[in-house]
Nanobody
Framework: QVQLVESGGGLVQAGGSLRLSCVAS????????MGWFRQAPGKEREFVAG????????YYADSVKGRFTISRDNAKNTVILQMNSLKPEDTAVYYC?????????????WGQGTQVTVSS
């Protein structure tokens, strides 16, 4: 089973940027479709972005389209979520997750999460 560790969260002002990283270990990242999710207090978990094994297909939630970019480097076992033009409503714990299934399928392995706080 793959282990996932996120980093890069923090406090940023509205309009700023953050770059989240997810490093995989235990199995090759190329085995998995990867996704970024987020959960704010009192809200349901949201699927923010996903990328297939080769990077050929990418999904973005409407709430982040045009502001967030997901990418992956299988050689470095790393998935990146570049977040620009951040808004206070982007405040949440962000999780990296993996699946051996399809992009919109069930994600089985999860990281511990990294907090993103956007101040107004």
């Amino acid at each position: 089973q793959v282990q996932l560790v996120e980093s890069g969260g923090g406090l940023v002002q509205a309009g700023g940027s953050l770059r989240l990283s997810c490093v995989a270990s235990g199995r090759a990242l190329s085995t998995y479709t990867m996704g970024w999710f987020r959960q704010a207090p009192g809200k349901e978990r949201e699927f923010v972005a996903g990328i297939t094994r080769s990077g050929g297909s990418i999904y973005y939630a409407d709430s982040v389209k045009g502001r967030f970019t997901i990418s992956r480097d299988n050689a470095k076992n790393t998935v990146i979520l570049q977040m620009n033009s951040l808004k206070p409503e982007d405040t949440a714990v962000y999780y990296c997750a993996s699946t051996t299934g399809i992009l919109m399928g069930e994600y089985r392995s999860w990281g511990q999460g990294t907090q993103v706080t956007v101040s107004s």
